[in-house]
């Protein structure tokens, strides 16, 4: 069916007849802030006023802006966790310790707020916050990447441009999920946040109900902005547009080696790296390591025993980087997986580990469950 264009006209009633306006001179173009030009009884000509006349929205000398190029090369990106005051607040100072600890042990970038960091439990304020707390704490030493994605276009457009704002180096996008969409319907969804500055899109259909295909990822590649993809597919998948020269970032601890070192992708955008920072980083810098990838295969398999982030909760808990709470509706693991974990950390090496603390059991009454926040 054709779309009636409807073009916006004036009424006037018998009593208020509508008068035209004058036509005003042209004004010269000058450098000189613009002046608009009276047409008598406090009316103003609103072509008189071009919007040439006026400075961008955006500068077009931005400053401090990451290139897409700066993000493409980056090799180890963890997911960060966000960890939580005993009132279900964010809790700053083990957030940054453990930022810390991701720089010391190797990480290039962090994603803030993602599903590992619980943005979906955050409102706006605190995703944004958390955003800009991390830029202006760490974001000359890591690049710092916000998950503003969104099942709403106009949720992700705002957040994103709020993102950027606030001066984090690129945004990471899923799909619209639960709410799904066509293929056209995504292609147009990530074409209308590209534009802000460098993304990442990130496919996961076990979370978001629909595959981000070929077809989607092809359509919107002539974006300057498109770093790249974070995939969950597989590794057939990363080959796929590793051929076509899309820079991948494997979201399978478990399948990150091979897809990095068998199938071309760039990297990886871990969770494991949250605990082993310095191991998963040699996994990404150092060549095929096939042992050190086997040794750490068991606390990779572990940390999804259940929905992310529940494991990992757990293990920062009982490592003592972070404290035993948790915001509903996540709550830790049971007693012999937490004990499974003490083992596995015995295991690869409590070095290897962040944290100072030998790792413990904690008991069920240890842990924090917030349901208001």
């Known amino acids: 069916m054709a779309c009636r264009t409807v073009t916006p006209q004036l009424f006037a009633s018998s009593s208020h007849p509508i008068h035209p306006v004058r036509p005003v ?14 047409t008598g009884k406090g009316k103003f000509a609103a072509a008189a006023i071009t919007l040439d006349d006026y400075l961008p929205m955006r500068s077009t000398e931005v400053k401090n802006r990451t290139s897409t190029s700066d993000i493409t090369c980056v090799r180890l990106i963890t997911a960060v966790k966000t960890p939580y005051l005993p009132d279900g607040r ?10 810390n600890m991701q720089i010391e042990g190797g990480a290039e970038g962090v994603i803030v707020g993602g ?12 995703h944004i916050m958390l955003i800009g707390h991390t830029v202006n704490c760490f974001g000359t030493r890591i690049k710092v990447i916000g998950n503003t994605g969104s099942n709403s276009t106009r949720e992700a457009v705002h957040a994103t441009e709020q993102g950027f704002a606030v001066g984090m180096h690129a945004a990471l996008h899923i799909n619209p999920y639960y709410g799904k969409t066509s293929t056209e319907g995504l292609i147009s969804h990530f074409e209308a946040v590209l534009p802000m500055g460098p993304t990442i899109i990130y496919n996961v259909p076990s ?14 590649s002539g974006s300057p902005n498109l770093a790249g993809v974070k995939e969950c597919v597989g590794h057939d998948r990363v080959k796929c547009y ?30 494991a790296s949250n605990l082993v920072p310095g191991l998963m980083h040699s996994i990404m810098y150092k060549g ?27 293990a920062l808990a009982q490592l003592g980087v972070a404290r035993p709470v948790f915001r509903l509706p996540y709550v830790p693991l049971p007693l012999e997986k937490r004990i499974e974990f003490v083992r596995i950390v015995e295991a690869i090496g409590r070095e290897n580990f962040v944290g100072q603390k030998e790792a413990q059991v904690l008991d069920d009454d240890d842990f924090v469950l917030i349901s208001r926040y």
């Open 207 to 220: 979370r978001s109900g629909q595959d981000i295909t070929p077809e989607v990822i092809e359509a919107v």
């Open 242 to 271: 590793t051929d076509k020269g899309i820079t991948i970032w494997s979201g399978n601890d478990d399948e990150c080696h091979d897809s990095r070192w068998k199938f071309g992708a760039t990297g990886v955008i871990s969770v």
């Open 288 to 314: 095929e390591n096939a042992t050190l990838n086997e040794k750490l295969l068991p606390l990779m398999k572990w940390l999804f025993c259940q929905p992310n982030p529940i494991a990992l909760n757990t």
């Open 90 to 99: 964010f809790d700053l100072e083990a957030y940054d310790s453990l930022i």
């Open 115 to 126: 599903t590992t960091g619980e943005g979906h439990l955050m409102s706006w304020d605190e």
């Open 25 to 38: 001179a042209a004004v010269p173009r000058s450098n000189a802030a613009p002046q608009a030009i009276r």
